[in-house]
């Protein structure tokens, strides 16, 4: 099944930006129902943000973040049919919005300020809004049905005749006639599109490969150079993004960080993210990346014409919890990434060193992060962990299992 | 302690100081920052250190809250470079959402530490092997800081104690799990070595940390050092090193409702008629070990005292589905260990970023089983006084509080946190207990754990001690404010003697010594 993860950027009108933020913290209050963006409407729509960024040399712009079932055509032309007038609110004060035009134009605006991401992490890969929600709801009906101990007798029941009298328990409500039905997260064809992705890289890689030596010796020379700046950030910035984040159990992360100057570190980061999202697309499949089990949506997009990598995620847990995971779990990757833009602490060959530098890392982090103006989620409650678990509950309901295997999913309620 | 320099770190880093079972927590606010300097600078000279044992003299440690290293005349340029933590302190609305800080222990209902008690300043420790020993120390300490209003207690001491067999209030050997500092002479060698030994900068500032570089703590400009105290800070331009040797400690008084613990259990393990046996069993689901220490991990079937202090052990190889010791335990949420189905040696690494050095200790008189007269019994107060060590709280005591004791989804559990400490929110909690073939569910867990005061404090190396003692060399620290000296006034009054806790008859506990 399709899912797009993708931002609509604009930059905001001059003289706009204050009455687009009092707009947009409207919305905050509940957008889920806002009168003019009602997100929960969107019945495709996992997640989504909207980020104000004033950038010092380009200005203050609008990030719309949508993470959703089915394809951009699909999000852009549901957000222009159920929440015309939320579009107007919002952007209505960004550069060339066609006000008062057709719903035609409008559409054509939209799609043309769509940013692909150079890299994203789907955590419910293939698993749709109405399906994450069917298997919390099928969870927790088989819980309230072991928790009525209708199998008390007694004898223990055998592991398989406790599978079956929760079948039968289930196939005997019709609310969960999908779950015997339900589609694969991915279908071989969606796999091998990627696979074939990967191959196609290859004679890319290859060609690269002559180029690696001087890439690799100019690298060191600016690793040598380049500034870090890891001094801790204004308390005050760090307060204000803190204030806002731990309610319920998921959080947002966004920020807009400069790319380091030259064509060398543009390419390098285009490179790496090319890399990490083949990578993505062939392992990431099960809620899980690179050891890290609290994504549900992350991304990266080189905008500005290479001026600025956006990265936006919904993550479970606490920042510092995130950020641990980063630096624990997944430095090299990160590091790959983010040394490409200024300030970062000190790497060695690309991938060493940098986000290990746990606290420097962090007050880097937390400098460069940009407030979220409105977040939503459609799932607040159901942790990527516990969808995981959820999926895994369903998939495991019917066909066979061995003994183990029925032990197994036992243990996962 | 050959690792880091032990005659200029105080002793509680060192040692939980087992041979002094009497101790006094006093909660002081400066009334006269010259005054407070000068005492400061007459008790440097007693402060333990970590060289050697002290083996009959009493014990004194000494910790500030960043307003108090204001009050004490330490200027802005020094007090920015503390971490954001000690600096908002323990009572923000994020930091009592994270810490689970709400009803009943919200900081509004605190006696100290809260929005609307005296500032505290200053936590002085004192523990001595007599009770008597205690109270003439105490006397001591407390005619000196009193004199000339230079600092005065604003809250009740607390007295802690140790239980028999070193048990915390619902009867459970405690402090078993604890961090080692590598290179520190007290390292557990061979595989053991895997579960406690952490960098020594994890707890003491200016060493290297887990991440391989030296824990961030405060500085000071070089200039504002006469004397020369404090070493220099590398690569830094004119900055001396205020960090080095100290460490940041956590306070906060949990008072523990042991009657509601014994019902639920008694009541979870099926009603009042049940044996011992299965109630036993229960509460020790809930903590994780045995009364005696025995981790569940381990002996999941019954007590072991022979493996009471064992903490050389994981739970990916044998336990990894939770159906010794369950997922949700306390003692499993508080260092999940290995616990990981695809990488535990990883998670176990990661794990260690997060250890708290505990040095709390129990206060109020323990509760009988049977209860002696039970209406008077239950209505006392009794807790646990929690003090942790962190290099970077953060990352260790707000981290553990919140992504595992307080995470409704921790370990792939939903809906339920600690269930000894945890907030169960309105409905009462649940517990789930793995087993086969399928898991069990506890409902109805209230909270037994409330939180009466609590704050964050810098607790200095000697050097560092030294330094704020002869902060008067200075010029300009801020005057003191108007305002304290006559919430200070209008307190010596009200609140003399300023020992109605333990005049009350706390003493702490019946102590094995």
């Given at each position: 099944m399709r899912q797009t993860v993708m931002t609509i950027i604009a930059g905001v009108k001059p003289g706009h930006a204050d009455e687009l933020a009092s707009v947009i913290k409207t919305i905050a209050a509940n957008p889920a129902g806002n009168e003019d963006l009602p997100l929960a409407a969107l019945p495709m729509l996992h997640f989504a943000s909207l980020v104000l960024h004033d950038d010092p040399e380009l200005g203050p712009r609008l990030v719309f973040e949508t993470n959703s079932d089915g394809s951009a055509g699909d999000l852009v032309s549901a957000l222009v049919a159920t929440a015309r007038s939320g579009v107007e609110a919002v952007f209505g004060h960004c550069v060339g919005y066609p006000a008062d035009a057709g719903d035609r134009a409008v559409l054509s605006y939209l799609h043309g300020h769509v940013v692909r991401p150079g890299a994203y992490h789907i955590?419910?890969?293939?698993?749709?809004?109405?399906?994450?929600?069917?298997?919390?709801?099928?969870r927790d009906a088989i819980q309230g049905f072991l928790d009525a101990g209708h199998m008390a007798g007694t004898t223990p029941p055998t592991r398989a005749e406790l599978r079956a009298s929760i079948q039968a328990f289930v196939r005997d409500n019709p609310e969960f006639d999908w779950a015997e039905t339900c589609p694969p997260r991915e279908t071989m064809l969606e796999r091998a599109r990627y696979y074939a992705r990967a191959v196609a890289s290859l004679p890319a890689a290859i060609l690269l490969l002559p180029a690696a030596p001087v890439a690799l010796i100019t690298l060191v020379v600016k690793e040598l150079t380049d500034r870090p700046r890891t001094d801790a950030p204004d308390p005050a910035h760090v307060r204000a993004l803190s204030d806002a984040e731990d309610f319920g159990v998921a959080n947002h992360l966004a920020s807009v960080i400069p790319v380091k100057p030259g064509p060398f570190r543009l390419t390098t980061l285009r490179v790496v993210l090319y890399a990490l999202n083949l990578i993505a697309r062939l392992r990431a499949n099960k809620g899980e990346l690179g050891g890290i089990t609290s994504i549900h949506f992350a991304h990266w997009s080189v905008i500005d014409g290479g001026r600025r990598l956006l990265f936006l995620s919904n993550y479970d847990g606490s920042w510092e919890s995130y950020l641990n995971d980063f630096i624990d779990k997944a430095a090299i990757g990160l590091t790959a990434v983010w040394s490409n833009t200024v300030g970062f602490p000190r790497t060695r060959f690309l991938v060493f060193r940098g986000a290990r530098d746990g606290p420097r890392f962090k007050h880097w982090a937390r400098a460069n992060q940009t407030p979220t103006a409105a977040w939503y989620r459609a799932y607040d409650g159901l942790t990527m962990a516990t969808i995981e678990n959820n999926s895994a509950i369903r998939e495991g309901l019917f066909g066979s299992l061995d003994d183990d295997g029925i032990r197994q999913w036992l243990q996962r309620f | 302690m050959a690792g880091i320099e032990t005659t200029k770190v105080q002793g509680l880093l060192a040692s939980a100081y087992g041979h002094m079972p009497h101790s006094a927590y006093l909660l002081l606010g400066v009334g006269d920052p010259a005054g407070a300097r000068r005492w400061l600078g007459s008790i440097v000279a007693d402060v333990t250190t970590a060289a050697g044992k002290q083996e009959v003299r009493p014990c004194l440690n000494v910790a500030f809250t960043w307003a108090g290293l204001r009050a004490l005349g330490l200027g802005d340029d020094a007090l920015r470079t503390f971490p954001r933590a000690l600096?908002?302190?323990?009572?923000?609305?994020?930091?009592?959402r994270i810490l689970g800080d709400t009803g009943d222990s919200a900081p509004s209902q605190w006696r100290w530490g809260g929005p609307h008690t005296d500032e505290?300043?200053?936590?002085?420790?004192?523990?001595?092997?007599?009770?008597?020993?205690?109270?003439?120390?105490?006397?001591r300490h407390r005619a000196a800081f009193n004199a000339g209003g230079a600092l005065h207690e604003v809250a009740d001491s607390v007295l802690g104690g140790i239980l028999d067999g070193g048990r915390e209030h619902f009867g459970f050997a405690d402090g078993i799990s604890q961090p080692a500092l590598r290179g520190c002479g007290n390292e557990p060698e061979g595989p053991a070595a895997q579960w406690a030994v952490v960098e020594p900068g994890e707890f003491v500032l200016g060493y290297r940390d887990n991440?391989?570089?030296?824990?961030?703590?405060?500085?000071?400009?070089?200039?504002?050092?006469?004397t020369a105290v404090l070493p220099r800070l590398p690569r830094a331009r004119q900055r001396s090193d205020l960090g080095r040797n100290g460490s940041y400690l956590v306070l906060r008084q949990l008072a523990q409702d042991v009657p509601a613990f014994h019902s639920f259990v008694a009541q979870a393990a099926g009603g009042n008629e049940v044996d011992p046996e299965r109630r036993q069993r229960v509460a020790a689901e809930l903590v994780g070990r045995w009364p005696s220490g025995a981790p569940l991990a381990l002996t999941p079937d019954k007590d072991n005292p022979d493996l009471g202090r064992r903490n050389d052990f994981g739970y990916h190889q044998f336990d990894q589905d939770g159906i010794g010791c369950p997922l949700g335990a306390h003692i499993r949420r508080a260092n999940p260990r290995d616990s990981s189905r695809k990488h535990p040696a990883e998670t176990l690494r990661s794990v260690n970023n997060h250890r708290l050095l505990r040095r709390g200790r129990p206060y109020g008189l323990p509760i009988a089983d049977p209860p002696r007269s039970p209406g008077e019994e239950e209505t006392a107060e009794r807790g646990l006084l929690f003090l942790c060590l962190n290099g970077d709280i953060e990352r260790q005591f707000e981290f553990v509080q919140h992504t595992w004791l307080n995470n409704p989804e921790f370990a792939g559990l939903a809906g339920e946190v600690d269930p000894l400490l945890g907030d169960p929110g309105p409905g009462g909690g649940r517990f789930t207990e793995q087993?086969?073939?399928?898991r069990r569910r506890l409902h109805g867990l209230s909270r037994f754990v409330a939180v009466k005061g609590g704050a964050y404090f810098f607790m200095p190396g000697i050097p560092a001690l030294r330094y704020l003692a002869q902060l008067q060399t200075l010029a300009g620290p801020p005057p003191p404010r108007q305002r304290k000296e006559e919430t200070w006034n209008s307190h010596s009054e009200s609140r003399s003697p300023s020992r109605r806790f333990s005049s009350s008859g706390a003493p702490p506990s019946a102590s094995n010594g």
């Open positions: 955590g419910a890969t293939g698993r749709s809004l109405a399906r994450v929600r069917q298997e919390g709801r099928l | 600096q908002e302190g323990m009572v923000t609305e994020y930091r009592s505290v300043h200053v936590l002085l420790m004192v523990f001595a092997r007599t009770e008597d020993g205690l109270e003439r120390e105490c006397q991440y391989g570089r030296p824990a961030e703590g405060p500085s000071v400009a070089t200039g504002s050092d006469s087993r086969e073939p399928v």
